[in-house]
């Protein structure tokens, strides 16, 4: 435990550090601290671990009732995730402002049997065949979101510093929410091994909005050509994904995996050494499974599930 002497150096360490700069309010000098601080977060939990594998068990509310009612929106499913490669002493701010807000993390509910995990979560679970050794205990989650607040000001300001257009973003695009639907989720748990899955990801989002338009302006905002950016965009409007961020020094730890009708992913390392936490899915199911295992093992479930 800390001393006294200790808290109070860790206090006063941190006082210091929030103190405004002279001359502030001034935009320029606040998106420099605003990239400084981000530069400095822990890269692989706080950034692009917990916008991949724990966006399975986050979650955050729709807009309000009210602004539902007042607006047409539309919902489409999110059949992959999209992973972006990222120098953060350059592109920190822009992951950051495209990235999915984590707000709460509900408890799971424990249940007696998958029949009644299934009855709760509304779909019919499927269990891997003959290769856990063991029984699993099961639990329910509700269904979840995180989303995206877009902020054109923050927008515009880390597509010019990528030397695209600042004009490209639409002033209508302000305040507008991008509500990732999560579950509900079945979990089962075979002795510290965990296998989540649960309906598609689907996005809510205005009737009238540009998806591909937002994927082009996030792809250039964090380093990638304005050809490169149109072309993935154009594909990312046909299969939308969940769009991640990951440090260029962590890159060696996500590795992709061929099932019998799609690809996954593996990230190391993100709840410890020695653990994998394995991502997979479409438009019928999508998967997670985590703990200490390794990849042969991951891609056999994933087959066997399919």
Do not use: C
């Amino acid at each position: 435990m800390e001393t006294h002497e200790q808290l109070e150096d860790w206090v006063n360490h941190r006082m210091v550090a929030s103190q405004l700069p002279a001359g502030w309010p001034d935009t320029r000098t606040a998106w420099t601290r605003i990239d400084e601080r981000i530069a400095q977060r822990p890269s692989r939990v706080w950034v692009w671990a917990v916008a991949t594998a724990a966006v399975l068990v986050a979650g955050l509310a729709l807009p309000a009732p009210r602004a539902i009612a007042q607006r047409l929106w539309d919902q489409v499913v999110l059949g992959r995730l999209q992973v972006l490669i990222t120098n953060y002493d350059e592109q920190g701010a822009a992951a950051s402002v495209f990235s999915p807000d984590i707000q709460h993390q509900p408890e799971p509910r424990p249940v007696a049997s998958l029949e009644e995990a299934g009855r709760i979560a509304g779909f019919s679970p499927q269990l891997p065949a003959q290769i856990f050794t063991s029984s699993p205990r099961y639990s329910v989650t509700n269904e979840l979101s995180a989303t995206v607040r877009l902020r054109t000001a923050a927008m515009r300001y880390v597509l010019a510093q990528a030397g695209g257009s600042a004009s490209d973003v639409p002033e209508s695009w302000n305040g507008t929410v991008l509500d990732v639907r999560i579950g509900p989720i079945v979990i089962a748990d075979y002795d510290g091994v965990f296998l989540l899955q649960s309906p598609p990801l689907r996005m809510i989002k205005p009737a009238d909005f540009d998806l591909e338009r937002f994927y082009r302006i996030a792809f250039q905002s964090v380093g990638m050509s304005e050809q490169a950016a149109r072309l993935l965009s154009a594909d990312a409007e046909f299969s939308p994904a969940l769009l991640t961020f990951m440090p260029k020094e962590d890159r060696n730890l996500l590795r992709e995996f061929s099932t019998n009708k799609g690809k996954g992913m593996m990230i190391a390392e993100v709840y410890g050494p020695g653990t994998i936490t394995a991502l997979w899915g479409g438009r019928e199911r999508v998967y997670a499974l985590w703990g200490k295992i390794n990849a042969d093992f991951v891609i056999r479930v994933a087959n066997t599930l399919e």
